[in-house]
């Protein structure tokens, strides 16, 4: 189930936890990150990039074609894949893009979370959440030490996805909430 805990960055508590969509877009909204819902395509978790491109193509050409994105892709990351780690140490600090980061959870699970305004969003994001962090915006991704997730990533330019890190120690200090 989708979720948002929400933290005061100064002092460490905690301020929200929701599981209610619609107070997850709000929250989310307020600070500029787009949360939707979108009803998954009867495929199987496993299916093959162009499947999941496929099924979700009416409604992402309509996405695309509001926001001015101009390619999408899969992504997938499995518990048994050799680079796991890896990828998940990429994508573990603090860091920003110079463009909107785009997803889509087809399958699996995954944690944005942004340090906003003196507060850190925790969005846990499972299947048929769309989640777009926008262009600048700290943040970090943790799917956790097991990962598994298959999730469509909209672009408006590749070049513009790469990380820019800030050097804090925000996501040692505010580690995903993953239970």
């Known amino acids: 189930m989708s979720r948002l805990t929400v933290w005061d960055a100064a002092t460490d508590a905690q301020i929200q936890v929701t599981e209610d969509p619609a107070a997850i877009a709000a929250a989310l909204a307020a600070i500029g990150v787009r949360f939707e819902r979108w009803l998954l395509a009867d495929l199987p ?17 309509a996405f695309m074609g509001e926001t001015g994105a101009g390619t999408a892709d899969v992504i997938k990351l499995t518990p048994d894949h050799p680079q796991k780690d890896a990828m998940r140490a990429k994508f573990l600090s603090e860091h920003i893009h110079t463009e909107d980061e785009v997803r889509f959870f087809h399958a699996g699970s995954g944690n944005f979370v942004l340090h906003v305004d003196g507060k850190v969003f925790d969005a ?3 299947p048929g959440d769309l989640i777009s962090v926008p262009a600048n915006s700290k943040h970090w991704f943790d799917a956790g030490e097991n990962p598994h997730f298959a999730v469509l990533r909209v672009f408006t330019d590749t070049a513009g996805w790469t990380p820019h890190y800030t050097g804090t120690d925000m996501a040692a200090r505010f580690p995903a909430a993953t239970a």
């Not at 978790?45 to 050409?61: G, K, M, N, Q, T």
């Open 124 to 126: 846990h994001c499972t």
């Open 45 to 61: 978790a496993d299916a093959p990039a162009e499947a999941v491109l496929e099924a979700y193509r009416p409604r992402l050409d």
